[in-house]
C-alpha cells in the first residue's frame, strides 16, 4: 500500500492506498446536469499514463508525428500539454489540503478542474490536487504530478488476485441503475432509472476495439444483452456484405471458445488492467477488454419471461407489479469514451477507420449515441 505525500514539504496528504486499474469511465462526462458518483473506491488510487490538464493544444498546432508518439494515432480537437501520471482517489481520502477558491473553473453546480489544481497543501500552500465534482463529472481528486510522491507503508501482500478468485470476489455491475438529477425531475423525483454510465462507457470502449478487430469486416455477436449492447451499433458502423466475423464471450470459467471465432469479449483485470489470454487454439483470435464487472453480468443466466406460476412467485421469476425500472430507450455506446479509445488503436491509421472518424466529427452515426 502507499500515501501520497507533498513533494515539497513531506506532509502527508492521502490515506494509505491501494492500487488498481484506471477505470474505463475515467474521463467520462455523463448527460446533462446529472449527479455522478464517486469514480474510486475508497482506499484505492489509479495512475493515468497520459497527459491531462491544461495547456491544451489544437490538432492543428501538433506535428501528427509527435502525437503518434504519443500514441494518438488519428486526429483529436486537442491534446494535452501537462504532465503524464496523475493519480485519482477518491474525495474522501485526501487529507490536509483546502480548496484554493479563485480556482473554481467554469463549472454551474460544482468544480470542474478547467483553471488547474485547486487544492492546496495545508503545511505549506503548494498546489497539490484537483477536486472534480461538478455536475455529469465522476466526483474525484487528481493529485496533479510533480506536486506529489508515493511512499510504500505496510507489508499488506501486493500479489494480484488470481482470475479464480476474481470470479469469487468481483463486483457484479447490473446495467441499469438510478441517475441522480440536480432538484428533481418533472415527476418531482430526484433520479430516473437508465443504463449504467459505466456500461455505456464500457460499451464505448469495446466498440472501438471491436472495429479494429473487425478488419473493416462485418461482425456478430451472440444473441441477449451481448447484442443489445453491440450489435445494433456494429451494423451502423460497418458494412454488411459477407463474409462475417463472429465474436463471442470468452474467460476464466467459461467453456473453451470454438475454434472458428475470430473475436473474444474477455474481461480486464481490475488490479492489474490485463486482459484474460485464452490458450490454443483460440489464442489467435482478437481479444476486445470488458471491465469485469460488466462481463460478470454478461456470463450470469438469463433471467426466466414471466410465466403462469401456482403458488408463491419464485424470486428469479420477473414480476409486473411494480414494473421492472427498465430505460426507456436502447443503450447508446458513449461517443466520447468510442472515439478516444479508437484514435489510440493503430487500426485508426486505415482509411476506413478515419471515415467512421470522420463521421463522427461531424454528428454523423447518431444512433451509437
Known amino acids: 500500500m502507499f500515501v501520497f505525500v507533498c513533494a515539497t514539504c513531506d506532509a502527508k496528504l492521502t490515506v494509505p492506498l491501494s492500487r488498481i486499474s484506471l477505470p474505463v469511465h475515467a474521463h ?6 446529472t449527479q455522478m458518483p464517486v469514480l474510486m473506491e475508497a482506499g484505492t488510487f489509479s495512475v493515468d499514463p497520459e497527459p491531462w490538464g491544461p495547456t491544451w493544444r489544437r490538432w492543428d498546432e501538433i506535428d501528427p508525428a509527435e502525437a503518434e508518439a504519443r500514441g494518438i494515432y488519428a486526429p483529436v480537437y486537442a491534446l494535452s500539454d501537462g504532465a503524464p501520471g496523475a ?17 473554481r473553473g467554469g463549472a454551474c453546480c460544482g468544480l470542474d478542474g478547467a483553471d488547474g489544481p485547486n487544492m492546496a497543501c495545508l503545511t505549506c500552500g ?5 477536486r472534480i465534482d461538478d455536475c455529469s463529472l465522476w466526483q474525484a481528486v487528481w493529485l496533479a504530478p510533480g506536486a506529489v510522491r508515493s511512499l510504500s507503508v505496510g507489508d499488506a501482500d501486493t500479489t494480484p488476485l488470481s482470475w479464480e478468485e476474481l470470479l469469487e470476489v468481483g463486483e457484479v455491475i447490473p446495467p441499469f441503475e438510478p441517475i441522480g438529477t440536480w432538484g428533481g425531475s418533472r415527476l418531482g423525483a430526484n433520479h430516473y432509472w437508465s443504463w449504467s454510465p459505466r456500461w455505456e462507457a ?3 470502449h469495446a466498440l472501438a476495439h471491436l472495429l479494429a478487430a473487425s478488419e473493416g469486416q462485418p461482425v456478430k455477436v451472440p444473441n441477449g444483452l451481448i447484442s443489445d449492447v453491440f450489435q445494433h451499433a456494429l451494423d451502423v458502423l460497418l458494412p454488411q456484405e459477407r463474409p462475417e466475423r463472429r465474436a463471442v464471450l470468452a474467460g476464466p470459467g467459461q467453456p473453451d471458445p470454438a475454434a472458428d471465432a475470430d473475436i473474444l469479449l474477455v474481461p480486464i483485470h481490475p488490479q492489474t488492467g490485463g486482459t484474460w489470454t485464452p490458450a490454443a487454439p483460440a489464442a489467435s483470435a482478437h481479444t ?5 464487472g460488466m462481463w460478470l453480468w454478461m456470463t450470469l443466466p438469463q433471467p426466466y419471461l414471466p410465466v403462469p406460476v401456482s403458488g408463491r412467485i419464485p424470486h428469479d421469476v420477473l ?7 427498465y430505460p426507456h430507450r436502447p443503450l447508446w455506446a458513449d461517443r466520447e469514451t468510442f472515439q478516444r479509445t479508437l484514435v ?11 471515415t467512421i472518424l470522420e463521421g463522427l466529427a461531424h454528428r454523423r452515426f447518431a444512433n451509437i449515441s
Request: no cysteine.
Open 28 to 33: 467520462q462526462k455523463y448527460g446533462n446536469g
Open 87 to 103: 493519480v485519482v482517489i477518491a474525495p474522501g481520502d485526501i487529507r490536509g489540503t483546502r480548496l484554493i477558491p479563485e480556482k
Open 126 to 130: 503548494s498546489a497539490v490536487a484537483t
Open 202 to 204: 464500457a460499451a464505448g
Open 288 to 292: 476486445v477488454p470488458l471491465p469485469l
Open 319 to 325: 414480476r409486473d407489479d411494480p414494473l421492472p425500472p
Open 344 to 354: 489510440r488503436l493503430p487500426a485508426a491509421r486505415s482509411p476506413w477507420v478515419r
